[in-house]
T-cell receptor
Framework: SQQGEEDPQALSIQEGENATMNCSYK?????LQWYRQNSGRGLVHLIL?????REKHSGRLRVTLDTSKKSSSLLITASRAADTASYFC??????????????FGKGTKLTVNP | GAVVSQHPSRVICKSGTSVKIECRSL??????MFWYRQFPKQSLMLMAT?????????EQGVEKDKFLINHASLTLSTLTVTSAHPEDSSFYIC?????????????????FGPGTRLTVL
């Protein structure tokens, strides 16, 4: 089954509100990353948090990681209509042959209404 | 910096034809490139990892004879969908990493292309 599972699957909020998305995973990780994808487009890397970190900030983004619960959260503060996108967490694990690979969660579709 | 392009961005083809998708790292050398597939409203699934100059490593369940991957240079990898069928219709995304992956604590970031929408009629 997929490593990362985000909830909620869809989130609709008003501009200015905060948006919180959660991600759970199953196996040990090296790091966990959050990506953003606008509809029909590629992925944009938002933030990476290493397994020995608990919290990380980048602008309006705040990511937490709880390795004991195998979960992470992404908080977007003071949301804007331009934040409307799908957000994916991804964990770093190993591909066939032993090389690293990213395993993506199902994503949260965020809609920020003006 | 760290720009990855894909071509074409969108392709429509008839069933039975082959389609080639290119992934290029524009401003860095990518020893490793990754190909993902994304169905509508779903997540990205890794199809294969390709290292420059060697054969691609495919994930379990991915047909290597159907999805041919070539990584002939440090800036170009191609994915060819052979004898495409409607069920191959999907969004294909590549990513490129500037360094060969290590099986230790270090991490080489992946930079993603904008994706290619394939529709097979």
């Amino acid at each position: 089954s997929q490593q990362g599972e985000e909830d909620p699957q869809a989130l609709s909020i008003q501009e200015g509100e905060n948006a919180t998305m959660n991600c759970s995973y199953k196996t040990s990780i090296n790091n966990l990353q959050w990506y953003r994808q606008n509809s029909g487009r590629g992925l944009v890397h938002l933030i990476l948090i290493r397994s020995n970190e608990r919290e990380k900030h980048s602008g309006r983004l705040r990511v937490t990681l709880d390795t004991s619960k195998k979960s992470s959260s992404l908080l977007i503060t003071a949301s804007r209509a331009a934040d409307t996108a799908s957000y994916f967490c991804a964990t770093l694990t190993f591909a066939q042959g032993g090389s690293e690979k990213l395993v993506f969660g199902k994503g949260t579709k965020l809609t920020v209404n003006p | 910096g760290a720009v990855v392009s894909q071509h074409p961005s969108r392709v429509i083809c008839k069933s039975g034809t082959s389609v080639k998708i290119e992934c290029r790292s524009l401003d860095f050398q990518a020893t490793t490139m990754f190909w993902y597939r994304q169905f509508p409203k779903q997540s990205l699934m890794l199809m294969a990892t390709s290292n420059e100059g060697s054969k691609a490593t495919y994930e379990q369940g991915v047909e290597k004879d159907k999805f041919l991957i070539n990584h002939a240079s440090l800036t170009l990898s191609t994915l060819t969908v052979t004898s495409a069928h409607p069920e191959d219709s999907s969004f294909y995304i590549c990513s490129a990493s500037p360094g060969r992956p290590f099986i230790i604590a270090s991490y080489n970031e992946q930079f993603f292309g904008p994706g290619t929408r394939l529709t097979v009629l």
